[in-house]
């Protein structure tokens, strides 16, 4: 089964994250920062399997480094937990803003994982194509360039294991060898797909004349229905960040804030909105199992 969220417009798929990202940014409340985190990990899940675990394990892991670091640098605080070498204090505070760091980072990371698997080079050159033709295509080249250098060195590695070069296995020396094979077969890769990327576009006309468009995506009403919740839940996270006690809109995190009643409908309203692509998800992945019960 296909990608539900992916079958909508490239607009409201790239607003959706946009939104996601900003607000991952600039929410520090913790409270806000978890659901982040945790909406970002739930959509990941759903859509790489166990294929994303050990994504996610070296993710949270390095988040949880990050908080943890951050006291050992930053002794700033009042409530000291307990004192390192020297005594130097490990306080609460700076375990606090250790936290907030390490959650933006959790939250950007994967809500950008998910942004690749669902926002594709066509899509993002339909979006931007006619503003800045150069500009988008430079941009979605160098968005494919990690991956398609991540499959190109798994094929050449799978290759050479096949005529028993292991870059695991043998002496240092050995495996340093190995190594710089593959590092120099990937080299001389993608030095080749370059000239057959510009011998193609050359071919095909690049640079002559007015560029033209092709759309293949139409707007329906799921599309204008997903956005007018998008919108409104943004409305009413900032409304309730204005009516809210606790500072969530920006500036340093509130954590021992008190909840009040417009802290905790601005945080219905954002989890709202971030879960709106785990619901299609999920809704069509029951839909579907359920039709194929019925064959």
Known sequence: MNEPFSA????????????????????????????SAGMALLYYVLLTGIRGVKFLFSATALAVFITLL?????????????RLWDSRPYT??????????????????????????????????????????????????VLRLIPNYQRSA?????????????????????????SMAELSAL??????????????????????????AFSQYNWCAADRIFLLIIFVTIMLVIFCGQESTA????????????????????????????FLPSFIHIKEELQWKYLRSKI
């Open 8 to 35: 909508y417009h490239p607009a409201v798929n790239f607003i959706f994250f946009t939104s996601a990202v900003l607000s991952a940014m600039f929410l520090l409340h913790p409270c806000f920062l978890c659901i």
């Open 70 to 82: 951050n006291p050992l640098f930053n002794t700033n605080g009042n409530t000291v937990l307990f």
């Open 92 to 141: 609460w505070e700076a375990l606090t803003y250790g936290f907030v760091a390490g959650a933006v980072f959790l939250s950007v990371i994967l809500w950008f994982a998910c942004y690749n698997r669902i926002m594709t080079s066509d899509k993002f050159i339909y979006l931007f194509g006619r503003l800045v033709p150069a500009v988008s295509l430079v941009l979605t080249m």
């Open 154 to 178: 798994q094929k050449i590695s799978n290759a050479r294991k096949c005529i028993g070069k292991f870059n695991t296995a043998g002496t240092t020396v050995q495996k340093l060898k190995n």
């Open 187 to 212: 080299t001389s890769s993608a030095l080749e797909n370059s000239i057959l990327s510009a011998d193609s576009m050359k071919s095909r006309g690049y640079g002559c004349a007015e560029r033209t």
């Open 247 to 274: 500072s969530f809109l920006g500036g340093p995190p509130a954590a021992a804030a008190v909840p009040d009643v417009p802290l905790l409908a601005g945080a219905v309203s954002y989890a709202l909105l971030l």
